[in-house]
């Protein structure tokens, strides 16, 4: 599995705009995620897994590993 996810990823995963990802991340709404401020610039990290976790209540599947 990735170690991280786009904004543009999770948004259309969610079906909600990139925007409302961003403010979400830097007010500490989503668990799968956080927003780091660095001078005037916003850093955003998402963990694939716990993002998957949130949106379906458990863990993507990946074809390409066995459990």
Do not use: C, D
């Amino acid at each position: 599995m990735k170690k991280k996810m786009s904004i543009k990823e999770a948004s259309s995963l969610m079906g909600k705009s990139p925007q409302f990802i961003r403010v979400g991340l830097q007010r500490g709404v989503f668990p799968f995620g956080t927003a780091v401020k660095l001078s005037s610039r916003w850093s955003y990290h998402i963990s694939p897994e716990l993002f998957f976790e949130y949106l379906n209540g458990k863990k993507e599947e990946s074809n390409n590993e066995e459990n």
